[in-house]
T-cell receptor, first 118, second 110 residues
Framework: GAVVSQHPSRVICKSGTSVKIECRSL??????MFWYRQFPKKSLMLMAT?????????EQGVEKDKFLINHASLTLSTLTVTSAHPEDSSFYIC??????????????FGPGTRLTVT | GEDVEQSLFLSVREGDSSVINCTYT??????LYWYKQEPGAGLQLLTY?????DMKQDQRLTVLLNKKDKHLSLRIADTQTGDSAIYFC??????????FGTGTRLLVSP
């Protein structure tokens, strides 16, 4: 149980276009989903926390107009990178927390999406 | 503040023990975690330790926690080539919030 999927696993887009990444909890309802960004050989940086039905909370330094997050249902959150630039190229990972989670260890990670902007 | 540090690289031979170290700064973390990331993949939770524990053992994994020094370590006994991956420690300064370390790349050679 507790499987989180991401789609697509890899995407290449041209500079200036927008790209949407989906994060789904397959066998549980996720009240909260998290979006992380991982630079090469670096740690994961939390970008934002999204709760179903409400606006996402962005970490300091993350542009909310550039990284649009929607958490429309208890099993789906989307991250849209708008007007992508090469510096947005990165590995994006989502995680999801079950509805009755009492601790951070109940946070399940997706396999990640590799975004390359040319 | 939130700052989690790890050494970047560790190389061991198959069958040896591996010890990955981590220092953290937030003493309020209720749990501390170890995650494994294989190439091109997401994170897999390996184990976690409650902050009032000194040690936790789970099969080949032993976690040691020194709260006074804010030091966490992960020992992998009888390391196998399949253990080659990046290992992240993480603290939890707030409910459901995780702050990850810089990651230690473990290379296990035959």
């Amino acid at each position: 149980g507790a499987v989180v999927s991401q789609h697509p696993s890899r995407v290449i887009c041209k500079s200036g276009t927008s790209v949407k990444i989906e994060c789904r909890s397959l066998d549980f309802q996720a009240t909260t989903m998290f979006w992380y960004r991982q630079f090469p050989k670096k740690s994961l940086m939390l970008m934002a926390t999204s709760n179903e039905g409400s606006k996402a909370t962005y970490e300091q330094g993350v542009e909310k107009d550039k990284f649009l997050i929607n958490h429309a249902s208890l099993t789906l959150s989307t991250l849209t990178v708008t007007s992508a630039h090469p510096e947005d190229s990165s590995f994006y990972i989502c995680s999801a927390s079950p509805r009755l989670a009492v601790s951070s260890y109940e946070q399940y990670f997706g396999p990640g999406t590799r975004l390359t902007v040319t | 503040g939130e700052d989690v540090e790890q050494s970047l690289f560790l190389s061991v031979r198959e069958g040896d023990s591996s010890v990955i170290n981590c220092t953290y700064t937030d003493s309020s973390s209720t749990y501390l975690y170890w995650y494994k990331q294989e190439p091109g993949a997401g994170l897999q939770l390996l184990t976690y330790i409650f902050s009032n524990m000194d040690m936790k053992q789970d099969q080949r994994l032993t976690v040691l926690l020194n709260k006074k020094d804010k030091h966490l370590s992960l020992r992998i006994a009888d390391t196998q080539t399949g253990d080659s991956a990046i290992y992240f420690c993480a603290e939890s300064p707030g409910f459901q919030k995780l702050v990850f370390g810089t990651g230690t790349r473990l290379l296990v050679s035959p």
